[in-house]
């Protein structure tokens, strides 16, 4: 891939390199999945192969950990690092208490878990991820194959009693066949337009039978680094909010595929 970058992808570009400066050397990291998240991969491959950046990621969905190899990153499980220092992942959406939905890409099952174990979780997101309130992009929920139609219709029935816009589940669909994700598992996606009160859903949504785990993630990101298309970049932190603001060169993309192939 060379050439001039679409406005979007440089804030994803900007956002993730800025964030890779969090990495340092004998740190293990989460590396989470979707296409800011592979901008990090791709910056953080590049400082291994010419910084000699030594650290090991683990990765949250196989797409992730392919691309992680590729770049020459060293992969390790969860297992195997126990615990993380910081995890660097993608948004849906995220809002001013750092607040977000996650797994519009299906691996938020793995997202969470990985950045649950971790000291710090920094989000990389372009300025459009910033929301008022969560809701606007459905939220994805994991099910388990078996029943699922009616752990949907438990799920609708749910709502009607939350303090959301819409009620509606729909099962995503890859093609003519359901999705799966890395777990072998469904996703519903909920469309609900405007969550009232994003911790009390996630827990109730968590309680019906069928339902593995949900896309909102409560009280477990730190830091979130906004990138914008043209080239600023701001990083918020839950507690001292605008930390800094720079604006970053896009750096040749010759570079960054350099070892891809593509
Ligand atoms: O399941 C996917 C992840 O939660 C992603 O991090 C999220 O969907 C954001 O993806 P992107 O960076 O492609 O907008």
Redesign the pocket.
Known sequence: MTGELSPIDKA?FVAAKRAADFVENGMRVGL??????AWLVRCLGEMVREDGLQFRGVPTSTRTAELAREVGIEVISLDEAKWLDLTI????EFDSDLNLI???????LQ?KIVATASDQMIVI?DAA?EVENLGAFPLPIEVIPFGWQTTQALVEETLVSMDVMGRKATLRMNGQVPFVTDEGNHILDLHLGRIGNPRQLALVINQIPGVVEN?LFIDICDQVVIGFGDGRVEVRDINAGTVSTDRLEFVETDNLFADLGD
Do not use: Q, R, V
């Not at 992942?89 to 849906?92: Q, T």
């Open positions: 994803k989470g999945t979707g296409s800011t998240a992942d993608g948004a849906d996650k797994g519009g890409g299906g691996a938020l997202e997101a991820k896309g």
